[in-house]
T-cell receptor, first 114, second 112 residues
Framework: KAGVTQTPRYLIKTRGQQVTLSCSPI?????VSWYQQTPGQGLQFLFE???????NKGNFPGRFSGRQFSNSRSEMNVSTLELGDSALYLC?????????????FGEGSRLTVL | QKEVEQNSGPLSVPEGAIASLNCTYS??????FFWYRQYSGKSPELIMS????GDKEDGRFTAQLNKASQYVSLLIRDSQPSDSATYLC????????????FGKGTHLIIQP
């Protein structure tokens, strides 16, 4: 059974640009959650999608957005990149809603903003 | 502001001994608790979940929950060098509006 797949794995952007990250969950999983991981703040919740609807959203500015497609694949977008957006972005899928279910994480997309 | 606190370590434990990892949380209505393990350069993987007060055992791992004290712990028996990793405590509130709140993790080192 294939795991959670995230693309791209690594990317470098400059301030002011935008970026789109992609996540394909485990087959059959309907919930996709996104987290930002940095050395200083640890893992922080961005948002969760379940059956194409955003169910929960963390305390991040509106520059961070996401969506989920009918096949459960998800994308997150960060616009007007700032240096502080440099982080590992982790996607996690689960059968039920991400809060009460077991999360399976992808390998992450490491974003560097110059 | 919901918080999950862990001692960052490193926590050094001899091989074969019991490693004890602790976590406290601030949100009294939290209902779901998880321990994730993260190897350096890898993504987190779930090792234990616990939802009610008391102990839950799975192989060499035991999770302990005390909601009155807002305290969660993870015991690793017969520690192996392969257990060396960062252990993340995660907590979910009842409504789940804030997703999982993670602690910053405890770096565990098992000394051969």
């Amino acid at each position: 059974k294939a795991g959670v797949t995230q693309t791209p794995r690594y990317l470098i952007k400059t301030r002011g640009q935008q970026v789109t990250l992609s996540c394909s969950p485990i087959s059959g999983h309907r919930s996709v959650s996104w987290y930002q991981q940095t050395p200083g703040q640890g893992l922080q919740f961005l948002f969760e999608y379940f059956s194409e609807t955003q169910r929960n959203k963390g305390n991040f500015p509106g520059r961070f957005s996401g969506r989920q497609f009918s096949n459960s694949r998800s994308e997150m977008n960060v616009s007007t990149l700032e240096l502080g957006d440099s982080a590992l972005y982790l996607c996690a899928s689960s059968l039920g809603t991400g809060v009460t279910g077991e999360l399976f994480f992808g390998e992450g997309s490491r974003l560097t903003v110059l | 502001q919901k918080e999950v606190e862990q001692n960052s370590g490193p926590l050094s434990v001899p091989e074969g001994a019991i490693a004890s990892l602790n976590c406290t949380y601030s949100d009294r209505v939290s209902q779901s608790f998880f321990w994730y393990r993260q190897y350096s350069g890898k993504s987190p993987e779930l090792i234990m979940s616990i939802y009610s007060n008391g102990d839950k055992e799975d192989g060499r791992f035991t999770a302990q929950l005390n909601k009155a004290s807002q305290y969660v712990s993870l015991l690793i028996r017969d520690s192996q060098p392969s257990d060396s990793a960062t252990y993340l405590c995660a907590v979910a509130s009842g409504g789940g509006a804030d997703g999982l709140t993670f602690g910053k993790g405890t770096h565990l080192i098992i000394q051969p």
